[in-house]
């Protein structure tokens, strides 16, 4: 997720959807869609603090890049120095 943009990627709602799965198969109950909204809550609100996978996608992949700023300048300005 942190190395490539997949925001769209329908294998994030297959994964949320087995994450969902053993959420209720852990707790021995389905959760209905509203508690399933819920589950990203912190515990002390009355959440899981369990994060969906398709809601970390993009803020994943923003923050990786946004991480190795100085390392893409340095590669780019290294590639470019060497076609003068």
Not at 3 to 32: G, K
């Amino acid at each position: 997720m942190r190395c490539s943009l997949s925001v769209d990627n329908p294998a994030l709602a297959h994964f949320d959807m087995l994450l969902r799965s053993a959420i209720s198969h852990l707790i021995n109950c389905d959760l209905t869609d509203e508690q399933w909204l819920q589950a990203p809550l912190p515990i002390k609100i009355g959440g899981l603090g369990m994060r969906q996978v398709s809601s970390l996608a993009l803020p994943a992949c923003l923050a990786s890049a946004a991480s190795t700023v100085s390392l893409q300048n340095t590669s780019l300005e290294a590639a470019t120095s060497g076609h003068r």
